[in-house]
């Protein structure tokens, strides 16, 4: 029986429905407060929530109706530049498919579970400020409203303001080295439906076939300084696609992907960013989830999955824990090593597409890079132990 009663979590993106979903089924009453005034409907690209992320999701009994929305890519193949097949793998038995899908469809089929699940989301309410006691924690949003209740958790993504008041020395979000973009190709580019390209060489790029038999294929453009999403979209499409047929000429098969793009299907998602580890996930009756915490930039395929899990174990330590302090540690004990070492990995992959890496590393089988992130399993009937429990402390 959860000791902690009510939580008000700030951010109504991937983590917030989530974290407040799977409070309930910790017995803990959950309120979502999102800044925007709806659901940022047919904002963002395509993402993809891994066998991880699907297992984590099936706690909360949101699984099946995410794989509904998306698209099943259970297969990888990797290449290089030259057209040259160097592996091939079709997933691990009795995993669930990576699904892709737009981040608009996850949000609103995540939204739409936890709406209906009884969790309240309120649109319009930018986090200003927090104050708390020994008791209690009270959020202050743009409109001059507060709610309050036990906890507070900071959902709400890579430019936190819950960061702030949580770790004001914390370092920033921390750029890659490339800005990234996706598109959709009318290409006839070999690819079979169910699998995951990625082709490497002097430069990279992911696709995929989607139903409607175009290729969604992704690609990043290294440049020292960095530009915001909003500077990148200030340029036009047809300027980018000029400097990423520059870039990709000669490469197989992105030269034939971005030859058959049209400038109005280039999507620019902007700078490939991460956050460095922090000094810290939690202040008194305050904690981070998700990106707020450790997004783990877009190159690793995990910004969605591993928000995800992280929800769920949140919610775990709350049920299981005499008090949110020790319920926090539990939590960041469990957690940090997980997605600091994906996120360390998706850095490595960022310093080499930006040309920055030096010698290139052997690469890996895609089992060997694959295995420990999606192997990935959540106990949530296993009782969660207060620090001073464990073996060895
Ligand atoms: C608009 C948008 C588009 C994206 N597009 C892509 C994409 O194309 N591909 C990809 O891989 N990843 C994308 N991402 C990132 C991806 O959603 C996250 O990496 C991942 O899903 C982790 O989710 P999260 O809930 O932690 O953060 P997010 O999904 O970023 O959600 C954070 C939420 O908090 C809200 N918020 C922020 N500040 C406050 C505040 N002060 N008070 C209240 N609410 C606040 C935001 O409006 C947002 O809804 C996008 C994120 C956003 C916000």
Redesign the pocket.
Known sequence: MAHVKTALV???????PVTALALRKAGIDASV????DVA?EG?????SVAPNGLDALRIIGADKAVEAAGQAVPGVVMADGSGNQLSEFRGFPGLSATVTLD?ADLLGTLTGYALAAGVRIQYG????AADQTSERVTATFSDGTTATADVLIG???????VRTLVAPDAPGPEYGGVLSFGGYSRSDVPAEPGTMYFAFGRTFVGYWRLPDNRICWFASLPRTEPLSSVEVARIPATAWLTQLRELYAGHVPGETLLAQTDPGDLMA?GPMERMPSLPRWQRGRMVL????AH?PS?SSGQ??SL?IESAVELARCLRDLPNSTAAFTAYERLRRPRVETIGGNAAATNKAKAGQAGDRPAMPTPEQMFAPVHRHHIEWDETVLAEHDLPNT
Do not use: P
């Open positions: 700030i951010g109504g993106g991937i983590a917030g407060y999102e800044a925007h940022a904002v963002g690209a395509m993402l981040r309410k930018r986090l200003v959902a709400d993504g890579i430019r936190s303001m998602t989830v998700g990106d707020a997004a877009s910004g969605a928000a």
